[in-house]
């Protein structure tokens, strides 16, 4: 599983398990939108970091 955030050249956003979730909170940092039709805007400038998502296993 993959986990996104986007950076703008000010800020970091938390991360997200769902790309979707990561663009509808991207507003909160001023890293882009989603427009009337629901399609994400990316601002320039801002990077998109996607990671593995850390392991919640329990083995010993």
Not at 10 to 26: D, E, I, M, P, T
Not at 29 to 55: C, K, M, T, W
């Given at each position: ?10 800020r ?7 790309l ?41």
């Amino acid at each position: 599983m993959h986990q996104y955030r986007f950076i703008t050249p000010k800020r970091k956003g938390k991360w997200y398990n769902g790309l979707q979730l990561a663009q509808a909170q991207a507003n909160r940092i001023g890293a882009g939108f989603l427009d009337a039709a629901g399609h994400f805007v990316q601002y320039r400038g801002v990077v998109l970091e996607i990671r593995n998502a850390p392991s919640t296993d329990d083995a010993e």
